[in-house]
Structures are given as C-alpha cells and as structure tokens.
C-alpha cells in the first residue's frame, strides 16, 4: 500500500517534455539530499528518522502515554510552530477532527502556547477546571516566548492544585538534550524529559517525540505510523524517478512553479485533515519561502471552501495550481435515507454512501477547476489510518527536502522567523546586552 500519484489533471498544463527536462535536477537534489552535502546538511536527522530512532527513548514515550492516559482527563500540550503541529495534524487526521467530543477511553488532549490570546488562554483554564490535567511543554530551543509564558501559567495550575512532588510527575518536557532553559528548568525540578534531536528542524520533528508522545497518548498506533513512514523511505528513496511519486510530485510543482505560479494549494475533501494542511503549510513556508523565492502555500477544506474560496480558484488570477489529497477510504459508512414523501427531492441519492457522494464532488471539482485554468495534482491516500499518516509525513519532508534544492535555497533554516523574535524580545526589554541597539532603534523608529 503506498500513495499514487494521479496527473490526470496536471497533463495539460505540463508537458513530459517539461517533467523530462527538470528531471536530472531532481535527481541531482535526492544525492545531495542522501549525501548530505548540501545547505542545512547538519538538519538532515529527519531523512533516517524512521529506521534510525532512540528504541529506549521510544519504549519511554509509550510508557509516559500510559501513564499519562491513566492519570488525567485533560492533556494540555504546550509548543508553536513545529512544535506542535505535527502531533495535531496526526491526532486530527487518525483520530478525527472532533477527538475531544466523542466518547473514549483517551484524555482530551488540548494544544496551547500556539498564541498570545489571554482569551484563548482562560478558555483553556476554564476548561481545566476539576479536571485531572497533565502537561507536555514542547520546546527545541527552550526560549521561545509564547511556549514558554504559557507553561509559567500551566506550572503554576498544576503546582497549586497538586502541588510540587505531584505536578513534577505530571509534567513531560520535550526539549533539546543539554541546552536551553526548558532543559534546565527540568532537570534542576525533575521532569521526566524528551529529546528533539539536535540534527532535525522542529517543522521535521513529528516522528520523534515532539509528535510521537502526544499522539501516543491519543491513543494511536506509532508502530504504524512509524511503519508507514518507514515503508515511504524505503520506496521513495531508492526507487527511479519514472516510479517514484515523491519524485514526481516535487518535479510538477518546481515545473509549475518556474511556469509563473505563485501559490500551491493543498486541498483536502476531510475536514480532519485541516491541522495536516496547517502542518504541510509550515513545512514548504519555512523551507522554501526565502531569498525572495518559493511558492505560497495556502490551503483549503471543501466542500465547505467550495462555497466561499471556490469562487476564487476558478475563476480569479490564474496564478494558482492545487495539489489535492484524494482520501479514498472513510472509516464509517453512512447512506443517504430514503424518504416516502421525497419532499425535498432528495431520493436519487437514497441508498448513496455521503463518502461516495464526497468523491464525486472532488471529481466534479478537478474538472471544473481543470476547465477553468487550474492544474491540479493528484495525491491519491488510501484511508486515514496511522499507516497513511506515517507515510504521507515522509513523502512530503522528502519532496519539500528534495523540491528546495531544485529552487536553490536551503530548506532547513528559517532565518526570517528569528526577526519578529529579536524585535519581540527588544520590545519587551528582555535584559540582553546584544538586543541593546535594536532596542535603540525601535524605540526611535515608535516615536516618529
Ligand atoms: O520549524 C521550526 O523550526 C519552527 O517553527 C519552530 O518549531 C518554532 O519556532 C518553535 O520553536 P521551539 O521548538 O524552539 O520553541
């Protein structure tokens, strides 16, 4: 079982010739990819992560899962960009996108330090309320602010209402192994921790505990999620370009793009696959969008964008191409009913699976979309198991890893995030002698 690649839709509007010819810079990105000698190569832990990981720390992430599932209702998981969409894309796409609403014998599981929103904040609180809570505060660096204010407030939840010996064993750190203040924190009060290891960029970081714990504790299967990415290593980085989809899908896009598109939109007809669009969205943004390159990655859910963005994508600036995830199976099954009266003119579909129903209008989509001037890729997924998961997550890192090299940039930094960083930080006089002139000069720029 494996993902397909369908270019039904992609054909016209790319010519082999032109897949031919961007084809030797595809498979010159992969060997710079595999021997790591290009941009970021110190990033690259992500390429072997599914055959290469820490088993004890492995074994470790179950044991906590069970520990945590047993000793609360209410998981909150506290980390921003990388550091938290992965396990939310993971949670929502296995486990359905109102996991917190339905029946289970699994904790809420609840993400925060993704905002600055007091508001957001107390929702949270107020939910925690004569709850059972367990934290996992999720940080490679260990100083990012949002993160980090956010656990000062969970901390303190947790030591009053349970106080320090048992808050201690109620709170997971994931983190870098020796660095940073998260790091030190844990040790000096005794979390149990985690490593983000230091060779995989936090937008890369799902299969290692980052995603790994939270998931675990949602009550998925990572032998199959591992599995899944697993078996997408093996196929996409040994077999030749005419059969290897990955390969493919990063050469239609670096074709397209070169073509005057400006903006790839991941489209999905799930709406639990949302979060794994905003996971895949800050994947290709921070790898690709640099040194004034890089296609904009935008997203959208239909049929429900269907009634609002559609108007958009078929008809406005042909600037866009779509890459649409083709989720085959559903895990349910539900008919339309039959109705004596028929009153609402309904009967042609009695007896119809909404699934079926769902994939005609993804077809009826592609081609309206295709008429009107819009490319589209076809990503075809069998069902939303942990397996598919696993694998799709290692076909889009390789195809992000392999499609920024052809573009020329490095697709392991994110030098752009650090600025609102450093200006955040000087805003709010954090006492740093190096943040001293930028302090300097915004105040004066605020004061005209
Ligand atoms: O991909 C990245 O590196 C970033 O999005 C980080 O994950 C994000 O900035 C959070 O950083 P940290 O985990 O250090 O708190």
Redesign the pocket.
Known sequence: MSLKLNNEFVRGFVADTDVEAIRPEIENALETVKNKDGAGNDFLGWYDLPVNYDREEYDRIKAAAQRIKNMCDVLIVI?????Y?GARAAIEYIQGNLYNNVAKDTPDIYFAGNSISTSALNDLLKICEGKDVCVNV???????T??AVVFRVFRELLVKKYGEEEAKKRIFAT?DKAR?KLKELSDKIGYETFV?PDDV?????VLTA?GLLPIAVAGVDLDQLMKGAQDARAEYTTKAFEDNECLKYAAYRNVLERSGKTTEILVAYEPSAQMLCEWWK?LYG?SEGKDNKGLFPASVIFSTDLHSLGQYIQDGQRNIFETVLDIQGSNDTICVPFDEANSDGLNFLAGKEIHEINRTAMKATLYAHMDGGVPNIVVEVPDRSAYSFGYMVYFFELACAVSGYTLGVNPFN?PG?EEY?KNMFALLDKPDPSLDALKAELKARMAK
């Open positions: 980390g921003i960009g990388g550091s969409l999720i940080s490679k660096s260990g100083t990012t949002e993160p983190t940073g983000v960029g936090g937008r890369f970081s980052v800050q921070e994110q995030v960083k």
